[in-house]
Antibody, heavy 117, light 108 residues
Framework: QVQLVQSGSELKKPGASVKVSCKASGYTFTIYNMNWVRQAPGQGLEWMGWIHTNTGNPTYAQGFTGRFVFSFDTSVSTAYLQIIDLEAEDTAVYYC??????????WGQGTLVTVSS | EIVLTQSPGTLSLSPGERATLSCRASQSISNNYLVWYQQRPGRAPRLLVYRASSRATGIPDRFSGSGSGTDFTLTISRLEPEDFAVYYCQQYGSPHLTFGGGTKVEIK
């Protein structure tokens, strides 16, 4: 069965970097785009963008350019979200989600990133 | 960017009642590429409906989606205890996806 398993919670200081992983199984990794979605505490869902897992071409939503980097390693069927120069406002749960067409049919369990001094 | 506005913000209902959730887009969504998700506390969202009215695999038939263009509706015919959650609409008719702000369905 399709599964997306994300890495565990992270506690980081402002200015540090974090890399969240999302390991896919149960399907051919390179067939489906991988999306990233942010959910700040008590808030709604915010689409961050996606990466084409065949071409490697990323698309970033407005507000997620510059400090956010999508990547993947097909040899381990894993997608990554890196956030550099962390700010307190980056505190959130980050989800990866498979998106065949833009309808996100399978989601990871979420990774809580806390940024605090 | 297409802006999605969900209403009401909160819906207070009893088990067995019918829930009607609205999602309005700032411009027409091509091919009715609109989905609905359910999110229970502490859980990842779950896809309920895609392309406005097609139920995702394994979703009970008490959930139904309708609408086209700029106005869409999710109906839960008879609320079960596990249906009390937050519901989000999301469009994929443009290259950049966007979510609505969510509707919380709470127990009255």
């Amino acid at each position: 069965q399709v599964q997306l398993v994300q890495s565990g919670s992270e506690l980081k200081k402002p200015g540090a970097s974090v890399k969240v992983s999302c390991k896919a199984s149960g399907y051919t990794f390179t067939i489906y785009n991988m999306n990233w979605v942010r959910q700040a505490p008590g808030q709604g869902l915010e689409w961050m963008g996606w990466i084409h897992t065949n071409t490697g071409n990323p698309t970033y939503a407005q507000g997620f350019t510059g400090r956010f980097v999508f990547s993947f390693d097909t040899s381990v069927s894993t997608a990554y979200l890196q956030i550099i120069d962390l700010e307190a406002e980056d505190t959130a749960v980050y989800y990866c989600a498979r998106g065949p067409t833009g309808a996100l049919d399978y989601w990871g369990q979420g990774t809580l990133v806390t940024v605090s001094s | 960017e297409i802006v999605l506005t969900q209403s009401p913000g909160t819906l207070s209902l009893s088990p067995g009642e019918r829930a009607t959730l609205s999602c309005r887009a700032s411009q027409s969504i091509s091919n009715n590429y609109l989905v609905w998700y359910q999110q229970r506390p502490g859980r990842a969202p779950r896809l309920l409906v895609y392309r406005a009215s097609s139920r995702a695999t394994g979703i009970p038939d008490r959930f139904s989606g309708s609408g086209s263009g700029t106005d869409f509706t999710l109906t839960i015919s008879r609320l079960e205890p596990e249906d009390f959650a937050v519901y989000y609409c999301q469009q994929y008719g443009s290259p950049h996806l966007t979510f609505g702000g969510g509707t919380k369905v709470e127990i009255k």
